[in-house]
């Protein structure tokens, strides 16, 4: 009997472990030793190699211990595939047809299906129709179980259970039950933060920086210090660092104002792995209380925030206050800053941006900034009473410092650990345990480290400084407060409040 040089292929899907118990008639070991009985009866056969996909489902034919064995295979290198039967090669009907009945003829591999009974180099007249019949039922078999897992999820999205791996940024999974979801504290706050500052003004990229300057830690930095088999497409760089989309990103997530969304995209097809966007009727949408990071009112604002076409001055990374909010009475084009120098002092105003650009557009609906700004401040003070806000700490914006707090202590607890480690490094290298240049080497590191922590401590004091300086009408009290301010052409203002009639100054 002419003898072939084999390779085992072993394969378990997830859906087949039962739910976490493993079933043992299909389990790798199970199969592996099937196969090793069958290779004792057939001594002309020799195992070459071996190669398994665990956790890997039958429908598709793009697995990494497959290919790796289709590469040994177009090397010469093997001959003969053995499985312990058809469903562990594959359930999908017209791929696994293709490699059976065309790739492999073609490059003269033998397949045998032990638990089957099948063999290509001994295979009967009826093979021919049995083979397909059998693939078609494992087919089948994957198709039945893709619509009780469709419907299983279903179910428990309606019920209100989370069903994803994992959880988005600002929660994590309850200890008691994985089902449920609570809010993560650490995270939480970097929210509330990121929400401060998009609300007053800073822009997303200035941020971004002083978060990197902060080192706090990025939503995939995060995942990844817990340990976390996350990946995201939106990572392409090594280095885990915040940018400005990733800013908008997250302060547009529903989910800080403590809506559940489930089933936001969706398969078309048990074989099909690409995901796409689910119509709003297929979505899941259940309001949570526990789970507000944002409160309502806040939430508004913020989105109100990013939803005005406004950008920061050059140089600068902060936009004016009254950007998207006042406009021309005239044309309702913007007004744009203007700052004009004379005799030592800057004086500024606001000019119709059609006027700037040219003269016939429109008029010049011009107003200083300090009259603007009176005109606001006692219009605010005697529609809803508001005076300075250090005069009324109660009026203070919602959004604490706590993450500020938490992350200097933290570099505090970090300078304070490369403290130690440089005094134990510099026992071990005087008791002759690290030589000098290992010392040398380990030396430059803790020195890196100590200096990385002073430079967000700075930069976590300068935050704070700038929040304690914060008085007086912000930008985020004109969000919650006006509509729009139309200057019209006689130095008068008409003020639309955001849960008023309009009003004119």
Same mark, same amino acid.
């Given at each position: 009997m002419?003898?072939?040089?084999?390779?085992?292929?072993?394969?378990?899907?997830?859906?087949?472990?039962?739910?976490?118990?493993?079933?043992?008639?299909?389990? &790798?070991?199970n199969q592996r030793e099937m196969i090793r009985h069958f290779l004792e009866k057939h001594p002309e056969i020799t195992l070459v190699n071996e190669f398994?996909?665990?956790g890997k489902s039958g429908v598709d034919f793009n697995r990494p211990g497959f290919l790796r064995m289709m590469e040994v295979l177009k090397k010469g290198e093997a001959d003969c595939v053995i499985v312990k039967d058809l469903s562990r090669f594959g359930r999908n009907y017209i791929d696994a047809g293709i490699y059976l009945e065309r790739v492999f003829p073609w490059m003269g591999i033998r397949?045998?299906?032990?638990?089957?009974?099948?063999?290509?180099?001994?295979?009967?007249?009826?093979?021919?129709?049995?083979l397909p019949f059998k693939n078609l039922m494992n087919d089948a078999y994957a198709r039945d179980a893709s619509l009780k897992v469709r419907s299983t999820l279903a179910a428990k999205r309606a019920n209100g259970d989370f069903v994803n791996a994992f959880a988005g940024y600002g929660f994590r999974k309850s200890k008691d039950d994985r089902h449920m979801l609570e809010v993560e504290e650490e995270t939480a706050e970097? &929210?509330?933060?990121?929400?401060?500052?998009?609300?007053e003004g800073i822009s997303a990229a200035g &941020?971004?920086?002083?978060?990197?300057?902060?080192? &706090?830690?990025?939503?995939?930095?995060?995942k990844k210090a817990k340990k976390s088999t996350y990946v995201t497409a939106f990572q392409k760089r090594e280095d885990f660092l915040w940018c400005a989309g990733m800013v908008r990103r997250i302060a547009g997530e529903e989910s800080s104002s403590g809506w559940l969304i489930l089933g936001k995209t969706k398969s078309l097809g048990y074989k099909v792995k690409k995901r796409y966007p689910s119509s709003?009727?297929?979505?899941?949408?259940?309001?949570?209380?526990?789970?507000k990071i944002l409160t309502d009112g806040e939430f508004q604002i913020l989105q109100?925030?990013?939803?005005?076409?406004?950008?920061?001055?050059?140089?600068?990374?902060?936009?004016?206050?009254?950007?998207g909010i006042i406009c021309c009475g005239g044309c309702g084009q913007s007004m744009v800053r203007r700052s004009v120098k004379r005799r030592e002092k800057v004086y500024r105003y606001y000019i119709c941006a059609a006027n700037k650009k040219d003269k016939n557009l429109c008029s010049s609906h011009m107003i200083s900034k300090e009259r603007l700004e009176k005109a606001l401040q006692t219009v605010t003070e005697k529609q809803f009473g508001l005076t300075d806000r250090k005069k009324n700490p109660k009026e203070k914006h919602r959004f604490s410092g706590k993450v500020l707090e938490k992350q200097l202590q933290k570099k505090r607890e970090d300078r304070e650990k490369y403290g130690s480690l440089s005094a134990a490094a510099y026992g071990d290298f005087r008791d002759g345990l690290l030589t000098a240049c290992e010392y040398r080497i380990l030396t430059e590191e803790i020195a890196d480290g100590i200096q990385s922590c002073e430079k967000a401590e700075k930069e976590i004091l300068l935050e704070q400084h700038r929040w304690e300086k914060e008085q007086g009408l912000t930008r985020g009290l004109i969000l919650w407060l006006f509509e729009k301010v139309e200057v019209m052409g006689s130095r008068e203002i008409h003020i639309s409040f955001c849960f008023l009639p309009p009003f004119k100054s």
């Open positions: 002419k003898g072939c040089n084999a390779v085992m292929y072993l394969r378990l899907s997830k859906e087949e472990t039962g739910g976490g118990i493993l079933n043992e008639s299909n389990s &790798i070991s398994s996909d665990d397949f045998i299906a032990v638990s089957d009974g099948y063999d290509s180099e001994h295979a009967k007249a009826g093979d021919d129709l049995l970097v &929210i509330r933060f990121l929400a401060r500052c998009l609300i &941020i971004a920086k002083r978060l990197n300057a902060m080192g &706090i830690l990025t939503p995939y930095g995060w709003p009727e297929e979505i899941t949408r259940i309001k949570k209380e526990n789970l109100r925030a990013l939803s005005l076409d406004t950008r920061a001055a050059p140089g600068e990374e902060k936009i004016g206050k009254y950007s």
